[in-house]
């Protein structure tokens, strides 16, 4: 069944603890957390004290996304932290292999994402390395984004290679996700879908993840 990882980006920061709660009673499968440093992408969002100060209030998955310069300086932190898997960007990476290859030494899951401009061919040799590759569908940086078709094609692509390569990583997709959007990646072969705004932004938050599973 697909899962469901509400992002935090678009929770009310004023009442963290509530709303984190609220998606996990809600059935949420498991949490995005998205950290932006401001110069790999054009916005700063937080940093390891907002993980730790939730991750005892909840037992849910940590789906830690990194929007930031050279990653590899601050995973183990973010692993104290609190995270369950930390996903870099290659484009962040001076040596995306060595970054990937830490995160799972620290004993985590690691991701690979890709921005919407960016080919699966640039992390072709590196899908051995992944337990998950994180497919843009907007330009990161910001919730609250029109959804980019081209992603389909490269959830696609990814779904055909893991048969072909034997190998078992999920595919997750991220930005501008509502009910239309979550069935077209569905049917492309998603496994994972982000949701910030449809999820948090919802009257009914277990109605909104319930649509998105569907
Ligand atoms: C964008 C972030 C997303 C964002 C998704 O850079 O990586 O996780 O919060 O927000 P929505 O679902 O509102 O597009
Ligand atoms: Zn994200």
Redesign the pocket.
Known sequence: MTKISP?I??ADFSKLGEDVASVENAGADML?I?IMDGMF?PNISFGMPIISSIRPKSKMFFDV?L?ICEPIRYISEFKKSGADLITVHVEACEDPEKTLKAIRELGLKSGISIKPGTPVSDIRELLPLCDLVLVMS?E??????KFMPIALDKIKELDTLRKELSLSYEIEV????NEETAKLCVDAGVDIL?????VFRSDDRKAAIDILRK
Do not use: K, N, R
């Open positions: 992002s980006l678009a995005h998205d992408v996304h929007m907007v990161p940086g910001f919730g609250g984004q991220d930005g501008g996700i982000v949701a910030g705004s449809s």
